[in-house]
């Protein structure tokens, strides 16, 4: 079945430490995403990808960093420079082209303690 | 400041009736919608989406209305049904990138 996949469901770092978040998807979509949802607000747009090796910086960039290595994956690094970075984090992907729905993975929830 | 608003928070609806959910843009130039259902610590599910060139766009039991003039579309569930009950997040596609309302809790009771 095609598929986003996120690892882990729910990761716990201390403060201070970088943390690696994983999306794969094999829907062989070109555009990928990375969201971030707080409670009680709609999704944020971190980084999103509409290639390989090449990214942009969407609205809550800071303290956050991705690499696009390959088609297939996309992951994101939460930086001990983000201030607040517990939070529940999306990936997404979507075919390149209009009107182009995004398809979510199942997210991770990210505590650090 | 917000380019997609969904004012109401929550909505209660019996089974079997209508569940109208509704949401507002700022910006003229957005020409694709979406709405999405998201149960608890799982992603956003593609529900519907309706394209500026269109004012109906209708799925089974789901209808999206979009009113340009206004800068306003609804999402119409009927008959609704107790797994419908869910967070509902309209998103207006702005050239690549989705933005997002906050999303509106439906609960539909029996």
């Known amino acids: 079945d095609g598929g986003i996949t996120q690892s882990p469901k729910y990761l716990f770092r201390k403060e201070g430490q970088n943390v690696t978040l994983s999306c794969e998807q094999n829907?062989?979509?070109?555009?990928m995403y990375w969201y971030r949802q707080d409670p009680g607000q709609g999704l944020r747009l971190i980084y999103y990808?509409?290639?390989?090796?090449?990214?942009q910086k969407g609205d809550i960039a800071e303290g956050y960093s991705v690499s696009r290595e390959k088609k297939e994956s996309f992951p994101l690094t939460v930086t001990s420079a983000q201030k607040n970075p517990t939070a529940f984090y999306l990936c997404?992907?979507?075919?390149?082209?209009?009107?182009?729905?995004?398809?979510f993975g199942d997210g991770t929830r990210l505590s650090i303690l | 400041d917000q380019q997609v608003k969904q004012n109401s928070p929550s909505l209660s609806v019996q089974e079997g009736r209508i569940s109208i959910l509704n949401c507002d843009y700022t910006n003229s130039m957005f020409d694709y919608f979406l709405w999405y259902k998201k149960y608890p610590a799982e992603g956003p599910t593609f529900l519907i989406s309706?394209?500026?060139?269109?004012d109906k766009n209708e799925d089974g039991r789901f209808t999206v209305f979009l009113n340009k003039s206004a800068k306003h579309l609804s999402l119409h569930i009927v008959p609704s049904q107790p797994g419908d009950s869910a967070v509902y997040f309209c998103?207006?596609?702005?050239?690549?990138?989705?933005?997002f309302g906050t999303g509106t809790r439906l609960q539909v009771f029996p």
């Open positions: 309706i394209s500026s060139i269109k």
């Open positions: 990808s509409q290639i390989v090796n090449d990214f």
């Open positions: 829907l062989n979509h070109d555009a």
């Open positions: 997404a992907s979507s075919n390149q082209g209009t009107n182009q729905p995004q398809h």
């Open positions: 998103a207006a596609d702005n050239t690549d990138k989705l933005i």
